[in-house]
């Protein structure tokens, strides 16, 4: 029963039935450096990854002059 989380080339298998912010940190992943897609949609930090979920992670850029 997993999930699987990509970013770039890198996968991370992540049990389903934690959330997506769960999973994020369980990979070390920073949540507020992705935005999460399933199937082209975007979901947010408390939905729960569902067995064969595969969820697209794009990576954020921020910052700038201040």
């Known amino acids: 029963m997993?999930?699987?989380?990509?970013l770039r080339k890198k996968e991370y298998e992540?049990?389903?039935?934690?959330s997506l912010l769960d999973a994020l940190k369980k990979?070390?992943?920073v949540?507020?450096?992705?935005i999460?897609?399933?199937d082209g949609e975007l979901i947010t930090d408390d939905e729960i990854l569902k067995d064969g979920?595969?969820?697209k992670l794009i990576a954020?850029?921020?910052g700038g002059a201040g």
């Open 2 to 6: 997993t999930a699987k989380l990509i």
């Open 53 to 55: 979920d595969v969820i």
């Open 27 to 29: 990979s070390n992943i």
């Open 60 to 62: 954020v850029i921020s």
């Open 31 to 34: 949540p507020e450096s992705v």
């Open 14 to 18: 992540v049990k389903s039935g934690m």
């Open 36 to 38: 999460a897609t399933r």
